[in-house]
């Protein structure tokens, strides 16, 4: 979230000698840098190393012979500035945010924020959502890339102020899957539109009904699909002088059958004339057919599944003979967690809840956030875990989109991530659900570690599928050397955090 990066100020330009460096020479000290910095290791070999002929005696977890951790040789220091200068990097641009025509109180707003240069889907985007008349636009950009800016930018720009009854009256629509998510947008619209007078944002997610305001007097309205729906059926939310539809993590909105109805529902009682906005890091290929139906003669920007990791990930796996192992691993894990912020995601609400308890019977402090938790509660976890009050966040896939908290250097897939396929005989994993949750680490070009454990050789299979298909490296950990763990998710959680603070104090 905005919020959460507000300081960060590149600086331009960086010798190839200023890149490569020793580890120990690329913390930050001197007054007149301001660039943050990362260090991005090199990498090793990866799953492709599984050889089946030749199983381990140790079982199905032991079977999984897959890459051996080599010290990187060098690591290469790379400055925001020097990712932003890179035509290659999805944080490049050629641009400022000058010369894309936004308004000076907006510029303001973007330069609390620490935003020094737009991004690529920023500077992509931002001229296809504010031409006129406005068109439609389908985008699609890696994870913590700024995707939220590049909407917010376009809303704020069309905004009309100028009367009491305007500023009342919604003319922005922002619907996400998660009331998480939705309370982060409205977040980042505060400090980006803080200079624009009379700007009044409405969240609109499940809440007690004794809580719920008779009218949504305001500007902009973010929330979740239902209970916008709900709103506008009941007249507590007027659609009629609405400009801009957004959906956020479009695709998971148009795929999930409650969901999918709820956008549709929502979206036939708004004006036809609406500007539709659709982003998400990934759009498989048939919810883009749903894109296309939802967003009409829609300008696209979209980029090739090979295309949507991001670089400053380091994807690791660990080998765990059966369930119990999983769970002695996260705990032995637990002492690293710490260090920075990290976001632990199992496959249910159940397991969740019954990690959280050994946890704690055990002394660890640990918080969990599922769908079973309701309202006000949820919001009490999220909000301790991003002032860094909790440092271990369980969650299940409901956390796995969108939430941008800039200190999670670690991401632990206790379980892989898997699709439902009814009547299907193989296990297959769930492509798009892995990129988003080893996206909650990584964040606009820092550092961080996701490992996933594997405890099956369906596990394993499904984990070479997603190497497979996003052309990444995802390296083995051998868990009988806790040493050579430690290092590596060290060396990278220290690095994070000398940046973080860095950054705090820049
Ligand atoms: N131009 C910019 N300069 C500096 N920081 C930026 C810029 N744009 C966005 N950020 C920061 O980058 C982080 C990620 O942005 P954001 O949450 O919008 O990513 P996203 O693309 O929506 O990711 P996801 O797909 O995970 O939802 C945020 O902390 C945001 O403040």
Redo the contacts with the bound molecule.
Sequence with gaps: ?????PT?TPQAGGSLEDRISKPEESKPTGTNETAPRVVVASVSRDLGNYSPEKPSPDGAGAELRGSELQEPEYTVEVK?SDLQADPNNP?FSAKTFEELGLDERILKG?ST???????K??ERALPLLMGNPPKNLVGQ??????????FVLNILSRMDLTSEQSQKTPQALILAPTRELARQIVG?IQVMGQFLDGLVIGTAVPADTATRPARMDCSIVVGTPGTVQDMIKKRILNPTQLKVLVL??ADNMLDQQGLGDQCIRVKAMLPRTIQVVL???TFPTHVHRYAEKFAPSANEITLQHEELTVEGIKQLYMDCSNDEEKYMNLVQLYGLLTVGSSIIFVKTRASAAEIERRMVAEGHTVASLTGGIEGSQRDAVIDAFRSGEAKVLITTNVLA????V?TVSLVVNYDVPEAFTPGSRSREPDYQTYL?RI??TG??GRIGVAISFVSSRDEWEMLRKIQQHFSCNIERVDTNDWDEVESIIKKTIKNTRAQANFVASS
Excluded: W
């Excluded at 950009?141 to 590049?150: F, I, L, R, V």
């Design positions: 979230m905005a919020s959460e990066n960060e925001l944080l973007l924020m620490g935003f020094r240069k737009p991004s889907v920023q950009s890696q994870s913590g890339t700024g995707k939220t800016a590049a980042v956020d993590e982003f998400s890091a989109r969108g939430i941008d800039s988003h996206g909650r964040r606009f």
